[in-house]
């Protein structure tokens, strides 16, 4: 079990981002090299955005082709139990960066809360191992000017968007170089209505992809950074929609074209949702492709996943192409379809071929992992555990969790749901009735059986009432 006061013990934390930078001074050696001795593994992280379990080939997608994703797992691992974060975007990019679940993560709901000088990243890890750190694409962890923006927290080159509501836009009038405004050849709109009023919008003149701009900046960040070890964190916006379509009368799945699927009879919004996934797989081809070129693939660790599940946004039908796959629910519900996502890991010479791993992860697993590669220390109050043995085929030598747990934020609502081996309970209020679900014979989650098994209910709330701890920032939230 986690204990609550050690995990919210703020000064441990700040303690170790002020002695991190003392460690960087000494040496510690790296696990794994190459064809160079001197040389650690690169390593890049892709992160699609609302992209479902069944979205890709590797995970029993029929008709939307994802040739290169389908590639990179044949030539590494996929996993079929990794969860993301949250259920939504923010707090699940939170977990990611700071080991932390939403039990104990700063950020549990889509609020702009930015993250605090005292949380330690995983790039700020990176940085100080001697890794040069990018991040091209989705933020939504800091505003301009607060505490949390990309180059406070670690990162050497930021281009995208900091917010998330503006992030709905693929033609924005503008996006963020570092701590700057970059002015794009868009003309929009802005929302003068809503949840997204002053913030988001969509575009009467569309010129600048920013899909294809993020791609455009992944490779030259390679290019760049191809003599010393590198850390990228590609954190693309497809295949969320633009929420705000309905101002220009037009669907959410903003694409430049629909690609193979143009000529099909399926809905508009069908063919945007398709071609945007195909044309992101053809990216990450693209800069599979580059590392080879520069003789890099083979000194490079590539993780791909998504930040949860499914939407049902900007006039797109989630079932239309199965994308929660054998699931229950999509994004905003913490049933599987909304947390459960795609893992896809490949690492030349290190990982195993072809091989498919069901070893219940998450996103704040990432940190200590990659901590481990690099063999630098990662901070000891976090919740993930390193993947390294699994990732390396010793999967005999890998410790598991005892549980995985979440909580979602949203208004005065807090939703909570855990894993214990292969049970799920998941409840909609910490006071509420517990759902229980058995997911070796029920993936689908759709049989509850917590009438059946009483004894496994108690237990399970027994871990609720210590796998969190009070969050006064949710609080504040929840008053608003």
């Given at each position: ?167 709905y836009n693929y033609y924005p009038d503008f996006l963020w170089r ?25 575009a009467t003149k569309r010129v600048d992809y920013s899909h294809d ?48 699927y143009a000529h099909l009879d399926w809905p508009e919004a069908q ?210």
């Amino acid at each position: 079990m986690w204990e609550d006061s050690r995990l919210n013990n703020l000064t441990s934390r700040r303690s170790f981002l002020k002695n991190i930078g003392a460690a960087a001074t000494m040496t510690f050696t790296p696990l794994f090299f190459c064809s160079k001795p001197s040389r650690r593994s690169n390593i890049i992280y892709i992160l699609a955005d609302d992209l479902g379990y069944g979205d890709l080939g590797c995970y029993g997608q029929k008709n939307i082709k994802t040739p290169n994703l389908d590639k990179m797992a044949a030539e590494g691992i996929r996993f079929t139990d990794h969860y993301a974060g949250s259920t939504v975007c923010a707090p699940s990019r939170c977990c990611l960066m700071t080991g932390l679940d939403t039990g104990h993560a700063r950020i549990r709901g889509n609020a702009t809360v930015p993250l605090a000088p005292e949380d330690v990243t995983l790039p700020e890890l990176l940085k100080t191992a001697g890794y040069s750190t990018g991040l091209i694409g989705k933020w939504g962890l800091g505003e301009a000017d607060s505490t949390g923006v990309p180059n406070k927290k670690g990162f050497d080159y930021f281009f995208g968007y900091l917010n998330q509501i503006r992030a709905y836009n693929y033609y924005p009038d503008f996006l963020w170089r570092n701590e700057k405004k970059v002015k794009l050849n868009n003309v929009n709109v802005v929302a003068d209505q809503g949840y997204a009023k002053g913030i988001g919008s969509a575009a009467t003149k569309r010129v600048d992809y920013s899909h294809d701009l993020f791609s455009r900046e992944a490779l030259q960040f390679v290019e760049q950074n191809k003599d010393n070890p590198f850390f990228l964190y590609l954190a693309y916006t497809i295949p969320h929609a633009n929420n705000e379509h309905w101002i220009v009368d037009q669907h959410g799945l903003e694409v430049p074209d629909y690609g193979e699927y143009a000529h099909l009879d399926w809905p508009e919004a069908q063919k945007g949702h398709a071609a945007m996934i195909t044309r992101m797989d053809r990216d990450i081809g693209r800069l599979l492709a580059k590392l080879d070129e520069l003789n890099l693939d083979q000194n490079t660790l590539v993780i791909f996943s998504s930040d949860n599940g499914p939407h049902r946004e900007g006039l797109n039908d989630p079932d239309y192409n199965d994308s929660n796959g054998p699931l229950r629910g999509i994004k905003r519900d913490l049933y599987e379809g909304g947390i459960r996502v795609p893992m896809i890991v490949r690492w030349p010479g290190h990982c195993p071929a072809g091989a498919t791993s069901n070893l219940p992860s998450a996103f704040w697993d990432i940190m200590p992992t990659l901590a481990e590669i690099v063999g630098f220390p990662a901070p000891e109050n976090i919740n993930g555990l390193s993947l390294l043995p699994t990732l390396t085929g010793k999967s005999e030598e890998q410790k598991q969790h005892a549980y995985l747990y979440w909580e979602f934020h949203e208004g005065k609502s807090t939703h909570q749901a855990i894993r214990v081996h292969n049970w799920k309970g998941i409840r909609f209020d910490p006071r509420g009735e517990l759902e229980l679900y058995d997911l070796s014979t029920d993936i689908g989650e759709q049989n509850n059986v917590a009438k059946a098994h009483p004894d496994i209910v108690a237990k399970i709330k027994d871990i609720l009432a210590q796998a969190r701890q009070p969050n006064d920032v949710w609080k504040l939230v929840s008053q608003l």
